[in-house]
């Protein structure tokens, strides 16, 4: 009986936690994606 709640409740932690990492992942390619940009540009363009 106990083994059915505690594989429930850690089904429930790593989904939890699955997805979270994957938000922060998303965020980071996002963040990376935007420092590339940034970075590809020409000295010009900065001093817009």
Do not use: C, H, R, Y
């Not at 994957?22 to 390619?29: A, D, K, L, P, T």
């Amino acid at each position: 009986m106990f083994d059915f709640l505690f594989d429930g409740l850690k089904n429930i932690l790593i989904s939890g936690i699955l997805s979270n990492f994957s938000g922060m992942f998303n965020e980071v390619n996002t963040k990376v994606g935007e420092i590339a940009s940034q970075v590809g540009q020409t000295p010009q363009w900065w001093n817009v």
